[in-house]
């Protein structure tokens, strides 16, 4: 039997274990990518959880095309349900964080959508061996990843005690965060029947009434019509020549497309003050960008005018047939709920302060909401490379800033182990140790911080390769 060569890059340290386990079964990119993300869901907690959404970017080797799908969270059409309260709550992490907990900061998911996409299309192993570790793991138990443990100590107590059925899951956890096992029963029998009645099933099948079923009591707004009427976005793309990299991302509505496209022109550009240039490429976002309505066309005419001039996870996975493909999936900060029903922690995306220009229970009903993802595709004259990052408002600038110290040194692992900074709209700067431009004002972190993202690629150029980014997970596997 023919082996095809695969590689993986994440920043979900247990992916590689997942993508381990099916090694002997000879599996492809896309194989790799859906048992890397659904194992994501279920390790990386507070991270990411089995109610995120995403973004994905993708290289069909057979056609040499390039593709994106958005399966990013949509708001229900309405707020009916029982709790229009602000469930606010402070964290220290990044320096200082709000925003809300509960059941109604719920909004409606894509990963699965996105995932049945690639399943359908791609994939070449059955769906049961794909989601077989993801179900042992979950119930035989699991220590917490290092990103997860580096959240927790800002987020467990205020976001994932207060829920009862939570707190009782997290309990060892929360008495030894270094040696606790998380045991996730609920959640391995949901994966379970996932497997056999296939992904839609939590949007029309019994997950989705499960779920619907829990909102009800918690307060929710999600209703059935709100998940069986879920539809991706498929082919809002842009292509940009940046040096000698020709780059595919998503166009709107999202915005981190733009953003980093921004970022690459901020940080290409003679300056006398480059801090200045970014932080008004953060302004820019913030007054222009973040709304909602008809946001789409607004991003996609504004990244038209740059090609005329000159908490979340990263997974991304190649294979010597030439597919490619990198996705960036999120559950924002987390809502704190834990489904009894499926087991599935909810995620809180209605009630990230920072992305709800609004204010919460805006009027979103029925839109997408803003996302700052922008997995990638990237075109060489040696071959096909993805590159994407988790990070929030942080991810733009990441990208950007790899992207520009690999085309001046063309070696993507020094290009992602750089040191990195951030400018925020308030124009203060976090740095990682080694940054040039450090002065008084520059708040310095610990190197390697994970406020910075974590920057992974994958690639085929004479032969399949992948590099990690130890700021999360440095996760990097090769078949």
């Not at 709550?89 to 059941?103: A, L, N």
Request: with cysteine.
């Amino acid at each position: 039997m023919f082996t095809v060569n695969v590689s993986l890059a994440s920043t979900a340290e247990y992916s590689s274990k997942a993508a381990e386990s099916i090694k002997d079964l000879n599996p492809n990119a896309a194989d790799i990518l859906i048992t890397s993300v659904i194992t994501s869901m279920v390790t990386d907690l507070g991270v990411v959880s089995p109610t995120a959404s995403g973004l994905l970017t993708f290289y069909d080797g057979e056609r040499n095309t390039t593709h994106t799908v958005d399966g990013y969270f949509v708001a229900p059409k309405s707020f009916n349900g029982n709790d229009h309260e602000e469930h606010r709550i402070s964290m220290t992490y990044g320096g200082h964080v709000e925003t809300c907990k509960g059941g109604n900061t719920f909004a409606v998911p894509g990963i699965y959508k996105i995932l049945d996409v690639v399943y359908e299309r791609y994939a070449s192993l059955p769906l049961d061996k794909l989601l077989e570790y993801p179900i042992k793991i979950s119930k035989e138990g699991f220590k917490l990843t290092q990103p997860t443990k580096d959240y927790f100590i800002h987020s467990l107590k205020p976001m994932f005690m207060w829920h009862e059925y939570s707190k009782s899951t997290l309990n060892n956890v929360y008495e030894d965060l270094e040696n606790g096992i998380v045991k996730l029963d609920k959640l391995s029998d949901t994966l379970n029947h996932m497997s056999i009645e296939g992904f839609n099933d939590f949007y029309i099948g019994d997950i989705s009434k499960s779920i619907i079923q829990t909102l009800e009591i918690e307060g929710g707004h999600a209703t059935a019509d709100d998940f069986v009427n879920y539809q991706l976005i498929e082919e809002s793309k842009f292509n940009y020549q940046y040096k000698n990299l020709n780059l595919t991302g998503h166009a709107g509505p999202s915005i981190g497309g733009l953003m980093v496209l921004k970022y690459l022109n901020g940080l290409t550009i003679e300056s006398d003050d480059l801090e200045q240039a970014l932080k008004n490429v953060y302004l820019e976002r913030q007054n222009k960008y973040e709304f909602f309505g008809e946001r789409r066309n607004v991003i996609n005419n504004e990244i038209s005018k740059i090609s005329q001039s000159s908490s979340t996870i990263q997974v991304n996975t190649s294979d010597e047939k030439n597919f490619h493909f990198s996705i960036t999936f999120s559950s924002g900060y987390g809502s704190g709920v834990l489904c009894k029903n499926t087991g599935m922690y909810f995620n809180n995306s209605l009630g990230e302060v920072e992305l709800n220009p609004q204010g919460f229970l805006g009027d979103t009903r029925g839109d997408r909401l803003i996302s700052n993802m922008s997995p990638l595709i990237i075109e060489t004259n040696d071959g096909i490379c993805t590159i994407g990052s988790p990070g929030a408002d942080r991810i733009s600038s990441a990208i950007a800033q790899v992207l520009k110290n690999f085309t001046d040194g063309d070696n993507w692992q020094e290009a992602i182990n750089k040191p990195r900074f951030h400018v925020n709209s308030d124009g203060g700067v976090r740095a990682e140790p080694g940054y040039k431009n450090i002065n008084k004002d520059t708040t310095v972190t610990e190197p390697f911080d994970m406020y910075f993202g974590g920057v992974c690629v994958t690639g085929n150029t004479n032969e399949i390769f992948s590099f990690g980014d130890k700021r999360r997970g440095n996760t990097s596997w090769k078949n």
